[in-house]
């Protein structure tokens, strides 16, 4: 397989996920299929949160606006994840005297000033 997924694949995939389900996800919008020349594709990304909806809908019994709040709140940790890599590249980037500064701020506990 690739890293595009059919419908039809993601549900072979994913134990206890229908059709249906698959549709009902799509239109809470917490999956979004990447549309193509073939139709609709789900990324590796879009089954393993597919899965994690299924786990936490049959497991926890979580209902769908706990859904829509968990996953908003996991993609906002996601991107805030994504950005302090980004600083951390930025920062590694620096010279050596700014690194040992920012590093001794950090170890003090405060960078307020």
């Known amino acids: 397989m690739t890293d595009a997924y059919a419908p039809e694949q993601v549900i ?17 919008r917490i999956v979004t299929p990447v549309s ?11 089954v393993r949160r597919i899965t994690l909806l299924c786990e936490l809908t049959d497991d926890f019994e979580v ?7 968990i996953m908003s709140l996991l993609d906002q940790l996601h991107g805030a994840h994504s950005r302090l890599e980004q600083v951390m590249q930025a920062i590694g980037a620096e010279p050596s005297e700014i690194k040992l500064r920012l590093s001794q701020r950090l170890a003090e506990g405060g960078i307020d000033d």
């Open 63 to 69: 209902n769908e606006d706990a859904l829509v709040i």
């Open 12 to 28: 072979e995939s994913v134990t206890s996920l229908t059709a249906e389900r698959l549709s009902h996800f799509e239109r809470l």
């Open 36 to 46: 193509t020349s073939e139709g609709p594709r789900y990324r590796t990304l879009d």
